[in-house]
């Protein structure tokens, strides 16, 4: 199983980057994906989440109404667009992917396939 993040990189404030994760090895048809991220010197935090077979989508806080979560299961990948893009989005971004339940919220799963973690640096 490999999931392989891409997609960051240095932008103004306010901007937009749209973050992808390429997954091989699983069908994502049986699998809750999340994005989480760890800034300069602070815990890894979970950032959104979709669940599997309803697409439900779920964020934190700080990324509701900003972030948007999709899947697109012929391609088997998730991509994660964010926009209004602030100093504190700064962190690496990691994707995840867990076995899911059907319908089951994709939150608060322990994550078992991470990627490698793409870079966003958020900075004028």
């Known amino acids: 199983v490999q999931l392989q993040a891409s997609g960051g990189g240095l932008v103004q404030p306010g901007g937009s980057l749209r973050l992808s994760c390429a997954v091989s090895?699983?069908?994502?048809?049986?699998?809750?994906i999340a994005w989480f991220r760890r800034a300069p010197g602070k815990e890894r935090e979970w950032v959104s989440c979709?669940?599997?077979?309803?697409?439900?989508?779920y964020y934190t806080d700080s990324a509701k109404g900003r972030f948007a979560i999709s899947r697109e299961s012929a391609k088997n990948t998730v991509s994660l667009q964010m926009s209004g893009l602030k100093p504190e989005d700064t962190a690496v971004y990691y994707c995840?992917?867990?076995?899911?339940?059907?319908?089951?919220?994709?939150?608060?799963?322990?994550?078992?396939?991470w990627g490698q973690g793409t870079l966003v640096t958020v900075s004028s």
């Open positions: 995840a992917a867990v076995l899911a339940g059907y319908r089951r919220p994709c939150r608060g799963y322990d994550y078992t396939y």
């Open positions: 090895g699983l069908d994502l048809n049986y699998n809750a």
């Open positions: 979709i669940n599997r077979g309803d697409s439900t989508t």
